[in-house]
């Protein structure tokens, strides 16, 4: 389950940095936005293997398909999913940096708008890559190869925009907000599209 | 000059590397060419 | 059905050679190594040092004074990003129409175009890389945005060519790589913009071709460079598409072998079965259907 797996590794990954870096703990609140979303992204990685391997597993997904359900409905079940367990990680981790690396929600409605956006490109993206990636043996490996890439402008936007809702950084969040909030319009449309083509030979 | 070694560097790299591959691919070339028949070798047609 | 090498008749001169030359490779190949030539003459020789000076006052941006002989790696490095961009659109135009045309010619030529973008585009960072260390002081740049767009781009095709591996259906493994290949595409604008706004400024030299102020030798061996390097290209992707097309007659021959052999199997199985029954017949108890 996310919380007895998924979370542990995301709160592992803040604890790791702070032992690593070795830093003083104004270095570490300057770091926060970054490590944040590196955790994220990490733990992105998994949720979606772990969905994408219950389905397999369980068939669901034969039985959901033959239901008749057009494509882009079954990729939106899927992408809100890892979406709702992304943002319950998202919610652990902001305490996780407050407490270990003393941040301050400066401003709070950046932040949580920003992770929203942020939040839905990657679940919408990753839920596309998880069906490509699936009835594959390598699967494991080439998920986040193929992800990750793909999701750069998304950790550059939303740690810009965590940068100045956490006031660590004299920046415009709110126009890296919107960069997010584009990718994240992007990657649900093409992935609702590309879900079709996909899904019909798995 | 100035920079030589930067400029045999970069170029070397180059040169070498398309040298490399090109030679892999002449020998996979030779190697599948001689596991197909001879009557399906040819490879001009767009249609499939 | 064999699938091994008969010995070709003589009549088919093209098809006696057991390669993927002909006469089309061989004149790419010469017009090549004649023009990488005359580049590395324009490159080493014909050319001078960019001994500029821009005159912009007192506060001497070292950027802007002429970077000296090392000039002459950008006569490698723009060609071979040239290729890169070539390649990658290539490969982006394929998968459209493998997607749209369902052709796997176009798959071939994608996956082909993949491979050679790849080690183009490393061949790009290295050089560029290079060229950098003793201009820019340093061996990589974060926030540059043509290196940040060039590596994910490099990254993303990795991906792409190792995804490819892992499927062994030819044409799930067209559709899906020709998805994950437009997708990578369609992100090198996004990243390019989000770095581009995140740095506001670039360290990377600024477009040299539209820079007036280059004399004319210099400009005409870049475009020179860039010539011959898209005929290396040609003769890469020639090679490469080939390949791809004997591996794709490999997996369809040894389809079409398995399922004839099933066949004579099974042909086999039934004249058998035919003939078991008509020697029983003739052997044992009456049919009961037989009048006696």
Same mark, same amino acid.
């Given at each position: 389950?996310?919380?007895?797996?998924?979370?542990?590794?995301? *709160?592992?990954?803040?604890?790791?940095?702070?032992? !690593?870096?070795?830093?003083?703990?104004?270095?570490?609140?300057?770091?926060?936005?970054?490590?944040?979303?590196?955790?994220?992204?990490?733990?992105?990685?998994?949720?979606?293997?772990?969905?994408? !391997?219950?389905?397999?597993?369980?068939?669901?997904?034969?039985?959901?398909?033959?239901?008749?359900?057009?494509?882009?409905?079954?990729?939106?079940?899927?992408?809100?999913?890892?979406?709702?367990?992304?943002? !319950?990680?998202?919610?652990?981790?902001?305490?996780?940096?407050?407490?270990?690396?003393?941040?301050?929600?400066?401003?709070?409605?950046?932040?949580?708008?920003?992770?929203?956006?942020?939040?839905?490109?990657?679940?919408? !993206?990753?839920?596309?890559?998880?069906?490509?990636?699936?009835? *594959?043996?390598?699967?494991?490996?080439?998920?986040? *190869?193929?992800?990750?890439?793909?999701?750069?402008?998304?950790?550059?936007?939303?740690?810009?925009?965590?940068?100045?809702?956490?006031?660590?950084?004299?920046?415009?969040?709110?126009?890296?907000?919107?960069?997010?909030?584009?990718?994240?319009?992007?990657?649900?449309?093409?992935?609702?599209?590309?879900?079709?083509?996909?899904?019909?030979?798995? | 000059?100035?920079?030589?070694?930067?400029?045999?560097?970069?170029?070397?790299?180059?040169?070498?590397?398309?040298?490399?591959?090109?030679?892999?691919?002449?020998?996979?070339?030779?190697?599948?060419?001689?596991?197909?028949?001879?009557?399906?070798?040819?490879?001009? &047609? &767009?249609?499939? | 059905?064999?699938? @091994?090498?008969?010995?070709?008749?003589?009549?088919?001169?093209?098809?006696?050679?057991?390669?993927?030359?002909?006469?089309?490779?061989?004149?790419?190949?010469?017009?090549? =190594?004649?023009?990488?030539?005359?580049?590395?003459?324009?490159?080493?020789?014909?050319?001078?040092?960019?001994?500029?000076?821009?005159?912009?006052?007192?506060?001497?941006?070292?950027?802007?004074?002429?970077?000296?002989?090392?000039?002459?790696? =950008?006569?490698?490095?723009?060609?071979?990003?040239?290729?890169?961009?070539?390649?990658?659109?290539?490969?982006?135009?394929?998968?459209?129409?493998? =997607?749209?045309?369902?052709?796997?010619?176009?798959?071939?030529?994608?996956?082909?175009?993949?491979?050679?973008?790849?080690?183009?585009?490393?061949? @790009?960072?290295?050089?560029?890389?290079?060229?950098?260390?003793?201009?820019?002081?340093?061996?990589?740049?974060?926030?540059?945005?043509?290196?940040?767009?060039?590596?994910?781009?490099?990254?993303?095709?990795?991906?792409?060519?190792?995804?490819?591996?892992?499927?062994?259906?030819?044409?799930?493994?067209?559709?899906?790589?020709?998805?994950?290949?437009?997708?990578?595409?369609?992100?090198?604008?996004?990243?390019?913009?989000?770095?581009?706004?995140?740095?506001?400024?670039?360290?990377?030299?600024?477009?040299?071709?539209?820079?007036?102020?280059?004399?004319?030798?210099?400009?005409?061996?870049?475009?020179?460079?860039?010539?011959?390097? =898209?005929?290396?290209?040609?003769?890469?992707?020639?090679?490469?598409?080939?390949?791809?097309?004997?591996?794709?007659?490999?997996?369809?021959?040894?389809?079409?072998?398995?399922?004839?052999?099933?066949?004579?199997?099974?042909?086999?199985?039934?004249?058998?079965?035919?003939?078991?029954?008509?020697?029983?017949?003739?052997?044992?108890?009456?049919?009961?259907?037989?009048?006696?």
């Amino acid at each position: 389950m996310v919380a007895t797996q998924i979370l542990p590794f995301a *709160m592992v990954i803040l604890i790791l940095f702070g032992l !690593a870096l070795d830093a003083d703990s104004r270095t570490l609140r300057d770091l926060a936005p970054g490590l944040f979303w590196v955790a994220t992204l990490f733990a992105s990685v998994l949720a979606i293997q772990r969905s994408v !391997a219950v389905e397999t597993v369980s068939s669901t997904f034969e039985a959901l398909r033959l239901s008749g359900a057009p494509a882009w409905k079954l990729f939106a079940g899927k992408a809100l999913a890892v979406a709702l367990q992304l943002l !319950a990680i998202e919610a652990v981790l902001a305490l996780g940096i407050i407490v270990l690396y003393r941040s301050s929600f400066e401003d709070p409605v950046l932040v949580v708008t920003a992770a929203l956006a942020a939040t839905v490109a990657i679940a919408s !993206a990753g839920s596309l890559y998880g069906v490509l990636a699936v009835g *594959m043996g390598v699967r494991d490996t080439i998920l986040p *190869m193929l992800l990750l890439p793909i999701m750069m402008p998304v950790l550059v936007g939303a740690t810009r925009a965590f940068g100045d809702g956490l006031g660590t950084a004299a920046l415009d969040g709110w126009t890296w907000t919107g960069l997010l909030a584009l990718l994240a319009v992007i990657y649900a449309t093409v992935g609702a599209l590309a879900y079709a083509v996909v899904i019909e030979d798995t | 000059m100035d920079y030589l070694g930067y400029l045999l560097g970069g170029w070397g790299v180059v040169l070498v590397a398309v040298a490399i591959y090109a030679v892999s691919l002449l020998r996979r070339g030779k190697v599948l060419s001689a596991r197909v028949p001879a009557d399906r070798r040819r490879w001009m &047609t &767009t249609d499939d | 059905m064999s699938t @091994t090498l008969t010995r070709p008749s003589s009549t088919a001169s093209e098809a006696d050679v057991a390669s993927t030359g002909s006469k089309l490779t061989r004149v790419l190949g010469i017009a090549s =190594l004649v023009g990488l030539a005359v580049l590395l003459l324009l490159a080493f020789v014909f050319t001078e040092p960019d001994q500029r000076v821009f005159d912009r006052g007192l506060d001497l941006d070292p950027l802007l004074t002429g970077q000296g002989d090392a000039v002459r790696l =950008l006569y490698v490095h723009f060609p071979v990003a040239m290729v890169t961009y070539t390649a990658f659109s290539l490969n982006a135009i394929g998968s459209i129409a493998v =997607l749209w045309k369902k052709s796997m010619w176009w798959d071939n030529t994608a996956a082909a175009a993949a491979e050679v973008g790849v080690l183009f585009c490393g061949l @790009t960072l290295a050089t560029g890389s290079i060229w950098g260390r003793p201009i820019w002081n340093t061996w990589w740049k974060w926030g540059d945005v043509r290196l940040m767009t060039t590596t994910i781009l490099f990254l993303i095709f990795v991906g792409y060519l190792a995804y490819r591996r892992t499927m062994t259906d030819s044409q799930v493994r067209a559709k899906r790589s020709a998805v994950v290949g437009l997708i990578g595409a369609i992100n090198i604008p996004i990243v390019y913009k989000s770095v581009d706004w995140w740095q506001n400024r670039t360290l990377h030299q600024q477009s040299t071709l539209r820079d007036r102020a280059i004399e004319d030798l210099t400009l005409f061996s870049m475009i020179f460079g860039m010539v011959v390097f =898209l005929v290396i290209f040609a003769w890469l992707m020639v090679h490469r598409f080939r390949i791809g097309w004997l591996e794709h007659q490999i997996e369809t021959v040894g389809l079409e072998a398995a399922i004839a052999e099933r066949r004579a199997q099974t042909s086999a199985a039934v004249e058998d079965a035919v003939t078991d029954s008509r020697a029983s017949a003739g052997s044992g108890p009456p049919p009961k259907t037989g009048m006696n």
